[in-house]
């Protein structure tokens, strides 16, 4: 049986979100980025914790989880942000770029229906800072269904922290057994 997916968001996940002060953790190191349709004279700052490529890679290793970008920056993850952390190249959701004013247009995150195509009945841990109450429902159902989902939700200012990685490894083991029994 296939491993299920880890769907990784960047920002508010690997990219905190500065404080009300304009701050982010002390921890961070700044980068300087230059996304798809941008030019060098106009790049984009980003702050990113060296700790989380070898948090992510010892889980990725494990060879029990497959690992998938589920951005916004779609395949500048691969080219942009995962070197900068010492991550191999990883596929990615193809999210479409949305005409939205909020990142709930029907209550719950834009990226739902998309990732619910995608997976079709694959089980998967999703990874993300933006999910509502009905993202939490969804994965309720789908487990419930036989699909087993998780959603692992970090504080945005924060970011992905052990806590997660560990939750993602305990899972991924609970969900091992129970196939295996």
Known sequence: M???????????VLIPFPNADGSTPATHA?????????????PVTVWLEPNHG?????????????????TSWRQDATTLIGPL???????????PRPQ??????????WKRDHVDAWLGDAPAVWIDDDFTGLDHEWA??????????LL???????????EHVTEVTRW????????AA
């Open 2 to 12: 296939r491993p299920p997916y880890l769907l990784l968001d960047i920002d508010g």
């Open 30 to 42: 700044r980068h300087d980025v230059v996304p798809t349709g941008r030019s060098a004279d106009n």
């Open 54 to 70: 070898p948090m992510l890679m010892d889980v990725i290793r494990t060879g029990l989880v497959t690992p998938v970008w589920c």
């Open 85 to 95: 952390l010492d991550l191999p190249a990883l596929p990615h959701v193809d999210l």
């Open 100 to 109: 939205i004013t909020t990142s709930h247009p029907n209550g719950y995150l």
């Open 140 to 149: 309720v159902e789908r487990t419930a269904k036989g699909t087993a989902t």
């Open 152 to 162: 692992i939700q970090p504080d945005p200012h924060l970011g992905l922290q052990p």
């Open 172 to 179: 991924v083991a609970q969900l091992r057994t129970a196939r």
